[in-house]
């Protein structure tokens, strides 16, 4: 136990039961935590962060209804403001610039190892800025491309979606040319929309001709 006369106290929101309640496991496993709600959707967070006022709200970036950076907007203005750390799936170097930049404590992999979370949580609570080791490196270029003004940073995933679009395949040839979920692809493609500030394929791909992101 550290210095604290008492427990960290935690929110964890997360749509997916198993990995919502590994995560509540291990912060229950912690003395130097203690959970004091679990959501499954951001609707449910912003109120059990409202009710309980934790020090720490933990909130994957995706969930129904409200994502986890929607929470983090709507709690930007109030007066309960616990440091929020944020969660994903994705490695989007943008998403996390962007959610530093609202106010986020932290941004963590949802790859990284329970106790390393639990520990990003401890840090976050003492007033530090947490980003998983294998994000700070996107994290760092995203900057940079900020910085100078260059193009929109894509993922190398993203890049990949982009090229097959541009191709012509759909998203479920997509997702069996890269092995992965059609609801992944449709997710990649949303965040590329996202980047490029455009609303269908075709705006996507023309205006990725432009800046260059298609050889």
Not at 64 to 71: A, E, F, K, S
Not at 95 to 106: N, Q
Request: hydrophobic share 45%.
């Amino acid at each position: 136990m550290s210095a604290r006369t008492r427990p960290i106290t935690v929110v964890v929101a997360d749509d997916h039961p198993v990995y919502r309640d590994g995560l509540v496991q291990a912060i229950r496993a912690r003395e130097d935590l203690r959970l004091v709600a679990e959501a499954a959707d951001g609707h449910q967070a912003l109120d059990a962060i409202r009710r309980t006022k934790p020090d720490v709200a933990l909130l994957d970036v995706r969930m129904p209804g409200l994502q986890g950076t929607g929470v983090l907007a709507e709690l930007s203005e109030g007066r309960v403001r616990p440091r929020i750390v944020l969660l994903s799936a994705f490695d989007d170097a943008a998403l996390v610039f962007d959610a530093i930049g609202a106010g986020a404590a932290g941004f963590l992999s949802k790859d990284a190892d329970r106790e390393d979370i639990c520990d990003g949580i401890v840090a976050a609570a003492k007033g530090e800025t947490v980003v998983s080791p294998e994000l700070q490196s996107g994290f760092i270029r995203e900057a940079s491309h900020r910085r100078d003004g260059h193009r929109p940073l894509l993922t190398d995933r993203e890049r990949e979606v982009l090229t097959l679009t541009a191709e012509g395949y759909s998203a479920p040839r997509i997702a069996e040319q890269l092995g992965i979920a059609p609801t992944t692809v449709k997710s990649h493609l949303q965040s590329i929309y996202d980047k490029l500030e455009v609303a269908d394929r075709a705006a996507m791909v023309a205006k990725a001709m432009r800046l260059g992101l298609l050889s």
